[in-house]
């Protein structure tokens, strides 16, 4: 940082120094032309008025100057005088820019430049009373080859501008880095900052609050995950000791000829029914964990979820039959993309509770429909309903509302722990809603994205 930071303020030092200096040449040279200007201005008004007084012979009689050039010039344009050249040899002036304006306007003014000496004449005329014109004349040299002839000055100044640039950068930099790198992450208040750097501390503070609030969350997500592991595993090991039990108990006595010949058919079918039940809850614990394993892809396909609905219906038909339950799948078509194997033990669950909780003479009825861009798949049933303090709850696993009465109807106790986390792969909004006494009813909520257009699918008929 150090590094970069020295480089930065070492070239805006350098970029300052450079145009301060351009700026700065600029400046004189256009002050040192303006001056030169106006004293050859000044001195020719001063020859002029001598000439007019003294006559051409003041000319002879002045001396000449070094840094100028005096010539005068008749009303034919021929030269009478000049200072550094023989008249004689002098081509007519006539048409000089200079002497035009003076004759034109009193006085005029002409540079001439010349690429080869890198020079400028400057040139001024004035118009004297008997039609003469006076003019006087000066070299000045360009910007370039004034600059040529100061670079050694400009080269020693260059030198101690980068000298100086590159110790004060230094020093700017070890100066600001040095609280920089003082910080204490953990305790950024403590120590002397500047100004400054009090944005940055206080974003460290914030940060620091943060990570802590994370490290908090994330601690308490770990002991709850343990904990949850815990009543998973204590869970799962009593719902396969009890079956477990059973099957052992009857298998004791019947290899201990214990059991009367007439009782072996009906310890050979509750041993069956237990070995079911240890069947469907592997079952189970071998799909919540699929369903688990976010990195696990699921075969997606696309599924008409009235087509799902009606065949679910038809397999729940005969067990709601011996329950005395009515089932029906109701709405249109509507095309999803999902995983047909998931997404049919989901509905299948809710079906199964449905039914199983249900009263005597109730309805289930599984139904399919579009509703503001999503596809909706509701079952809804008029069973004994759940308590709202047991709603939040229902989608655990092994979670039970009442225990006694589902031992009674059986089931793992994975059922909506299923749906709920089938619903989670599939981006698929879960709801509840019911009351004790009237009923339940889950809505499946597909968000957009999942909808398939499809105009050629033909509207089936309410089972």
Not at 30 to 53: D, K, M
Not at 152 to 178: D, H, I
Not at 216 to 234: C, P, S, V, Y
Not at 284 to 303: G, H, K
Request: hydrophobic share 40%; proline share 4%; net charge negative.
């Amino acid at each position: 940082m150090r590094r970069r930071l020295f480089w930065s303020i070492f070239a805006v030092a350098m970029a300052v120094f450079a145009a301060c200096s351009a700026v700065s040449l600029g400046a004189l040279y256009g002050y040192h032309s303006e001056q030169l200007r106006r004293q050859l201005e000044q001195e020719t008004v001063w020859l002029a008025a001598a000439v007019e007084s003294a006559g051409t012979g003041f000319l002879y009689g002045s001396g000449d100057a070094d840094w100028q050039r005096v010539t005068l010039i008749d009303t034919d344009g021929d030269v009478l005088y000049d200072s550094d050249v023989d008249p004689d040899t002098m081509e007519n002036h006539g048409r000089r820019d200079e002497v035009v304006q003076a004759r034109a306007a009193g006085n005029g003014w002409s540079v001439r430049y010349s690429g080869t000496l890198e020079t400028r004449t400057l040139n001024y005329a004035l118009l004297l009373t008997d039609g003469s014109v006076l003019r006087v004349s000066c070299t000045e040299q360009t910007l370039p080859a004034l600059l040529a002839a100061l670079w050694l000055p400009l080269l020693l100044v260059a030198v101690l501008a980068l000298v100086l640039a590159l110790v004060l950068s230094w020093r700017t930099a070890r100066a600001l880095v040095r609280p920089v790198n003082a910080i204490d992450l953990e305790r950024p208040d403590e120590g002397a900052v500047y100004p400054e750097l009090r944005p940055l501390i206080a974003r460290i503070n914030e940060q620091n609050r943060q990570i802590r609030r994370q490290m908090e969350l994330l601690t308490e997500e770990h002991r709850r995950q343990d904990r949850m592991r815990q009543e998973f595993t204590a869970n799962v090991s009593h719902e396969l000791k009890t079956p477990l039990t059973s099957i052992s108990g009857y298998a004791e006595l019947m290899r201990e000829g214990i059991a009367r010949p007439e009782d072996v058919p009906g310890f050979a079918a509750r041993i069956y029914d237990e070995a079911q039940r240890l069947q469907n809850l592997v079952g189970d614990i071998i799909q919540l964990s699929r369903l688990e394993e976010a990195d696990s892809p699921l075969a997606e396909t696309e599924i008409d979820l009235y087509q799902l609905c009606r065949q679910v219906a038809q397999r729940f038909r005969l067990p709601a039959e011996r329950q005395s339950v009515t089932i029906a799948a109701e709405g249109g078509p509507v095309v999803v993309r999902a995983s047909e194997r998931v997404l049919t033990e989901m509905v299948g669950n809710l079906c199964d509770n449905a039914i199983k909780y249900n009263r005597h003479g109730g309805r289930v009825t599984l139904r399919a429909a579009r509703e503001g861009g999503c596809a909706v798949l509701t079952v809804e049933d008029t069973g004994i309903g759940i308590p709202p303090e047991d709603q939040a709850r229902v989608f655990e696993r092994f979670y039970r509302v009442d225990k006694s009465h589902s031992r009674a109807v059986g089931g793992t106790g994975l059922g909506l722990s299923i749906v709920k986390h089938g619903a989670a792969r599939h981006q698929i909004a879960l709801s509840l809603e019911s009351r004790p006494g009237e009923g339940t009813r889950v809505t499946l909520r597909f968000p957009p994205e999942r909808l398939i257009q499809k105009s050629n699918i033909s509207s089936g008929s309410p089972d």
